[in-house]
């Protein structure tokens, strides 16, 4: 250490870093009681290639290496341990991606004082302060409360803590459950950001408030909306959000682009594919076009086989009835003959053995009775399970 510059000794008062709060915070708290830049403060230490760009300040949260801890605490006697809790390493990497350089929302209690950035505000999957318990608020725009009624968000926070919950497991690598019965949380994410249709104009119910002459400038517009499947799985999310808003990133990205209303959306989403994986799927599949569903199905291959067989079953009891009679009765000529032999077909391969050995009149007898059955049976799409 050189003795000529006053920082390089150990500084003479040090604030002691608030609760929760992140290093880029305590570093530019101590600068500006010195009246340096953060910058200069990590040159007076002896660190930082570039001190003056951000992206190296912002880095230090993600590896503080031994050196610079060393550095930072020789100078301000702060413990390597209270330095390491300020930083983001207890992240996978993957998940450090997510958070945001500069927090995006605030706790109203925490606001009290601005100068100090908390670590549970830059991470998209808190939504309640953790010293306060308050609800996060964003740092521009309107709150969760006047976008959602009171009764809403009682109905929506346990399904937004139990997708935050996972989300914050998953970031701190203690996921993902038992692999072989539940869909890794990036496959949910996936699917929830997945286009389940393709884009469409806006539907006069989705720009509430306007008058019938700026509903039908927009329709005029038609400036074609993302149909993704997030609003199907939290219809709430589709009410709230503003129609040209409401399309998120796809995947993991959608957390670490999306504004509060979309992150919580996205945790109420995750929560409800975790709660009923099978139900939720197998509503959004209904909605899809083909398109859609071919997308959707080959993002629900990499969910276990257990559940990919039971989305499978609920979509064959769901499905409208396939009225044989019916089909047939309207179809005239060639497409009635192309009908009756399709059906023919599948019956007599499904009913294989029954039929065999049967006479040629019983056996039109049988297909017969299997036909007038199948009116009521229930007619598969495309198929989830893979082959
Ligand atoms: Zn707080």
């Not at 989403?269 to 599949?285: F, I, N, T, Y």
């Not at 499905?319 to 599948?346: F, I, M, N, Q, Y």
């Not at 036909?371 to 399970?385: D, F, I, L, M, Y």
């Amino acid at each position: 250490m050189e003795a000529d510059h006053p920082l390089r000794y150990r500084l003479p008062v040090v604030p002691a870093p608030a609760a929760d709060e992140r290093l880029s915070s305590w570093l530019a708290r101590l600068a500006a009681l010195y009246g340096v830049t953060v910058g200069g403060l990590l040159e007076h230490f002896g660190i930082g290639e570039r001190p003056s760009s951000s992206d190296f300040i912002g880095d230090l949260e993600w590896r503080l290496g031994a050196g610079e801890a060393a550095a930072i605490a020789a100078a301000t006697g702060q413990s390597l341990d209270a330095l390491r809790a300020m930083t983001f390493a207890e992240l996978r990497p993957r998940a450090r991606g997510l958070v945001a350089r500069r927090g995006r929302r605030i706790c109203p209690a925490c606001a009290d004082n601005p100068a100090i950035k908390r670590k549970s505000e830059a991470l998209p999957w808190v939504f309640w302060c953790p010293r306060h318990g308050a609800r996060m608020r964003p740092l521009h725009g309107p709150a969760l409360a006047d976008r959602f009624c009171g009764e809403a968000l009682a109905r929506l926070d346990p399904f937004a803590q139990r997708g935050a919950a996972r989300l914050g497991a998953w970031a701190s690598e203690e996921e993902d459950g038992d692999a072989s019965a539940t869909p890794s949380l990036v496959s949910l994410l996936d699917f929830l950001t997945a286009s389940y249709r393709r884009p469409s104009p806006p539907k006069l119910v989705e720009i509430p408030g306007a008058t019938f002459r700026e509903r039908r400038f927009h329709e005029a517009l038609s400036r074609l909306v993302p149909r993704q499947t997030l609003p199907v799985v939290v219809p709430e999310y589709d009410r709230a959000a503003p129609v040209f808003a409401k399309a998120v990133a796809p995947g993991l990205s959608a957390l670490a682009r999306g504004s509060l209303l979309q992150t919580y959306a996205l945790a109420v989403g995750l929560g409800r594919l975790s709660d009923a994986p099978v139900a939720e799927a197998v509503k959004a599949l209904a909605a899809s076009d083909a398109e859609g569903e071919a997308r959707l199905c080959g993002i629900l291959r990499s969910w276990p086989a257990p559940l990919r067989r039971r989305i499978e079953s609920e979509r064959r009891k769901r499905a409208p009835p396939r009225a044989v009679g019916l089909a047939l009765h309207w179809c005239r000529g060639s497409e009635r003959d192309d009908v009756w032999r399709r059906l023919a077909t599948d019956l007599v391969a499904e009913n294989a053995e029954r039929l065999a050995g049967l006479g040629a009149e019983a056996k039109i007898g049988a297909l017969m009775r299997l036909a007038e059955a199948r009116k009521h049976a229930p007619v598969s799409k495309t198929p989830v399970q893979s082959h």
